[in-house]
C-alpha cells in the first residue's frame, strides 16, 4: 500500500507523464484536421484491443515478434496487478501464490524480451539510427530491482517461507542464496524498484515509448480502412500537397511518434534494399523530425510553415521519386504508418507547386496531355490490337455485359503486350463473355500521372473516362491491367465513377469453374507466381490466380509470395524512368522465382512481364526459364 509520501510521487509522475503527452498532441496538431471518425464505438474498441493483443503485424519476423510479446505483456501484466493491488482485493491465500509464480515468470520472459530488444539496437545497424534505448534500460532495471528485492525478501524470511518460495518464486528463492540478509537493502532496492517504475512513466512521452500511446491513434483510424486510394485533392485552390508541415494532416504528423524504429518498412523497401537512396522509415522520421524543429522554433523561423524540401536531410532528392508505390511499408508497419501517402504528397508539392521532377517524366507527362497515352502512340494507333480478323469492332455493342479495357501498355507498348490483349479478347470471346472495346476513346486511365504527383493531369484524364464509360452505358470493366483495375475499382468513384470492375484473374476463375473454359490436359511445368503489387497488396487479390494455376500447372510458391510479395519495380511511374542506382528490383524478384527451382513464372500485369523478360534476358536464362501471363497460358491450355 501506498503511503501519502508516494501517492504525491504517483502524481507527479503521471503529471509529468501527462504534460508531454500533451506536447506531442500540440505538435501533432500543428499539421491540418483531418475529416476522421470522432467517436469510437465499442466495435473499435474491440478492434484496437484485439489487434494489440494479437501483437499486430509483428507475426512474420519471429525475432521482434517474441522480444515485443514478451515485453509487452511483462510490463502490462504486472503493472495492472500492481494497480489493482493497491486496493487490497480479497483473495484466497493459493491465488496470491499463483499469482507470485506467474508475475515471476513472467518478469523472467521480460528481461530476455528486453536484452533482445536492446542486442538489436546496440549490436544490429539501425538503417535509420537516433533515438536511444534508454526506456529498455530503465525498463531493465525495474525488472531486475523487482527480483533483486523478491530475493532478499526471500533470504530475510529464511525459512519461514522455504518451500513455498521456491515454487511461488523460483527467481526469488534462487537470488536469496547470494544476497545479504539485510532488511535496510530490501527497503533500499525496494524503493529504487519503484522510483524507477514512476521514473519511467514519467519518461514514456520523452522516449521511443510513446510509440505505446500514439499508435493506438493509428489502428484506431487507420486500421481496416482501405490503405491503397488516394485522397484526391481539391483543385480549384492555389496549392497542393504538401511542402510544409502544415500541410501534413496531425494523423500523418503524429506517425513519427507511434513509429517504434522497427525497421519493417525499410527491410520490405524494394527500392530500399535493391539500393535506392529510399528510406520509408526516414521519410516518417524525417517528417517527425521537422515537426520538432517547428514546434520548437529551432532552425525554423518560419514555424510551421518550414519547407521539407530544403535538400538537407532525406526528403526532397531522388528518394520521393524512387518509390515503386508498392504498398509493402505500409502493409507490414505494425503501427499503420501512412509511408505512401506522405511521399505522394511530396511527390505532388513538387510537381505541382515547384514543377520539379525527374526529366524522364517530362515527356511522360507530354504524352499523356497531348495523346492521352503513357507512350505517345497517339489515338488511332490504339485500335492497332483489334485491327485483326475476328476483333470487335470499337464503341459497338454497347449493350454487352462487360467492357473490356485493353489499356496504354496492353495496346501501346510493343507486339508481345498487344499479343497479350488479343490473347485475353480470344479467351472471354472462347468463354461466350459479350464484350465491347473503346479503341481510340479509351484514354490512359490516369494511374502513372496520379502516383507520380500531377493530380490535375490524373482528374482531367479520370473525368474524360467517366464520361466516355458512363455515355456508352458502361456497367462493368474488366482488365488485365492491375493499374487500371486499381484506379477504376477504388479511385474512380470519389470522381463520380462508379463502375463494377473486375479483374480478368476473377473472371476467368469463374469460366472456369462454371465450364465455360475447359481445360485441355493440365501441364507438367512448374511454375510460380509473382503476385503484382496493385492486385494482392492493394485489393487482396491472391487466392484467384492461384487457383487458375492450379488447374492448369504445377506450383511453386517464392518464399516472399501475397502480401509478401517483392515488387517489380514498375510502380509509381518508375516503369518510365529506370533507376540507376543500386540494383535492379526486377532482376532480385527474378532471382528469387529462379531459386525455387520452377520453369517459370507467371504473373497478371503487363508490366511485371515486360520488365521480369527482360531481366530473365540480362540473366541470359530466357531459354530455361519462362517469363508468362496468366491469360497466355488460360488461352493455350484451354478450350
Ligand atoms: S511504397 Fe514500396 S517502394 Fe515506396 S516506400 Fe513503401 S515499400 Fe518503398
Ligand atoms: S514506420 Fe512502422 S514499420 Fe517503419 S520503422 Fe516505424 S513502426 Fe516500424
Redesign the pocket.
Known sequence: MLSSLDLIFVVASLTIMATGLARRHRMWKQGRPEALDAVMTLKDGYRILLSIFRNGRFSDNPYGNTAHIFVFWGFLLPFIVIVVSQFRPVAPAWAGQYLSLFLDVLGLFAVVGTCMLLSKRLFRKQPYPGRQPVHLWIFLAILITGFLAEGLRVAITGGAMEGLSALNSPVGYILSWMVPVSPALLKIVVRAHFFLVLAFIAFIPYSNMRHAWASLFGIYYRQGRPEGALAPIELQGEYFGTGAIRDFSWLQLM?SD?????????SNCPAHISGKPLM??GV?REIGRKMEEAFYGKDAPSGKDAGMFNNDGLIGGEDIWACTTCLA?VK????F?G?LTDILGLRQYSVLMKSRFPSEYKQLFKNLETFGDAFGAGRVAREDWISGPDMPTPCQDNKAEFLFWAGCTGALYDEVARARTIEAANVLKKAGVGFMVLGKEELCCGDPARRLGNEYLFQRMARRNIDTMTGYGIKKIVTSCPHCFNVFRNEYPQLGGTFEVIHITGLLKDLLNEGRLKVKSKSGSTFTYHDPCYLGRYNNIERQPRDILEMLVEMKEMEFSGDKSLCCGAGGGNFWCGRTTGRRIEEIRIGQAIETGAEGLVTSCPFCEILFDSAVRQKGAEYSFKVMDIVQLVNQLTE
Do not use: E, L, T, Y
Not at 258 to 266: L, P, T, V, Y
Open positions: 506517425d507511434a513509429c517504434m524504429s522497427c525497421g519493417r518498412c525499410d520509408p522509415q516518417i511499408c507490414s508497419c505494425p503501427v504508418a509511408h
